[in-house]
C-alpha cells in the first residue's frame, strides 16, 4: 500500500520529498520524545531517570533541527534562501539528514533516484538563491569519464586537451567553453579522483556533471564548496556515452561569475 502511496502521490514531487521525508522523521522523533517523557515519568531509580532525561533533550534537540531544516527549505523553495541564512542552514541540515532521508525512503519504496534529485535540485537552489560573484579560474567544471564517445581512443582523463575535437561526445563543445570563460575543467573516471581534483585545484566552485548518485555523494563529500549538480542524459543507458545539455553548464558558469540571473 505504502509502494503504491508514494508511486502514485504528487506530494512527493522533486519538489517536495525531501519536506515529506523530513517532517515524517520529524513525527517519528516526536513521538519518541513522548514516549521517554512517559517512560521518565514513571521511572524510579535516579541512573534511569538521568539516562532517560539525557536522551530526551537530545531527540528534543535533534527535532528542533529537523524542524528548522523543513522551515528553512521552505523558505528556499520560496525564493527566499537568503532570510535568516537558511540557504546555509538547508545545506547542512540536509548534509547531515541525507542518509536518514534516503533509509527512509528506500522503506517507503520511493525511487533512489528521485530523492537523490530532488537533493540535487534543492542544493542547487540554495547555491542559486546565494550571491557568489567568483573569477572564472576558481570556478572547477567536473565531468564524469562515460562522456568521453566510447570509441575515442584517446585518453582525456587527466588532460582534457588530448581530445582531438571531432566532435562525436560533448566534450569537443564544452572544451569550447572551457576556453570561452577560462575555467579549470577535468574529466574523472570516479569519486576518487573527483576529490583528488578539488583537493589539487583548490576552486571556490565546483559545477559537476553525474548521475543522481554520483552528484549527490559528491555534493556532500564536497561539503564547504558550493557544487552547482548537473544531470547527465543517458539515452544509451546508464555510464556509456553519456550526454549532457551544454547550454546548463553556461548559465551554470554565469551565474557564479557574473551573477547574471537565470
Ligand atoms: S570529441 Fe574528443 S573525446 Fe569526444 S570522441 Fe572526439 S576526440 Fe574523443
Not at 508511486?7 to 517519528?28: M, P
Not at 538547508?90 to 527512509?104: S, T
Not at 564524469?144 to 571531432?166: E, F, L
Request: glycine share 6%; proline share 3%.
Amino acid at each position: 500500500v505504502i509502494t503504491v502511496w508514494t508511486d502514485d502521490c504528487r506530494i512527493l514531487d522533486g519538489k517536495n520529498i525531501i519536506i515529506v521525508l523530513l517532517s515524517i522523521i520529524l513525527f517519528g522523533l516526536l513521538l519518541l520524545v513522548f514516549f521517554m517523557y512517559f517512560l521518565l515519568a514513571r521511572q524510579n531509580q535516579v541512573v534511569y531517570r538521568v539516562v532517560t532525561f539525557i536522551l530526551l533533550v537530545l531527540t528534543f534537540v535533534i527535532c528542533i533541527f529537523v524542524l528548522t531544516a523543513i522551515v528553512s527549505i521552505c523558505l528556499v523553495h520560496s525564493g527566499k534562501g537568503e532570510l535568516f541564512g537558511a540557504g546555509k542552514v538547508v545545506l547542512k541540515a540536509v548534509d547531515m539528514l541525507l542518509y536518514p532521508v534516503l533509509g527512509l525512503g528506500r522503506l517507503l519504496g520511493i525511487e533512489k533516484e528521485k530523492v537523490q534529485r530532488a537533493y540535487a535540485n534543492l542544493n542547487n537552489k540554495v547555491i542559486y538563491s546565494s550571491k557568489l560573484n567568483l573569477r572564472p579560474q576558481e570556478v572547477l567544471l567536473l565531468l564524469p569519464h562515460c562522456i568521453q564517445n566510447s570509441d575515442c581512443k584517446y585518453r582525456i582523463t587527466g588532460n582534457v586537451d588530448n581530445c582531438r575535437r571531432c566532435g562525436k561526445c560533448p566534450v569537443s563543445e564544452i572544451i569550447d567553453l572551457r576556453n570561452k570563460y577560462n575555467i579549470k575543467m577535468a574529466v574523472v573516471p570516479g569519486g576518487t579522483l573527483a576529490r583528488k581534483s578539488i583537493r589539487d585545484l583548490k576552486p571556490k566552485a565546483v559545477i559537476a556533471v553525474a548521475c543522481e548518485g554520483d552528484l549527490c555523494s559528491g555534493i556532500h563529500d564536497a561539503r564547504l564548496i558550493p557544487v552547482v549538480g548537473i544531470l547527465n542524459e543517458r539515452p544509451q543507458g546508464p555510464c556509456f556515452n553519456t550526454q549532457v545539455d551544454v547550454k546548463k553548464i553556461e548559465n551554470a558558469v554565469n551565474f557564479l561569475c557574473n551573477r547574471r540571473d537565470l
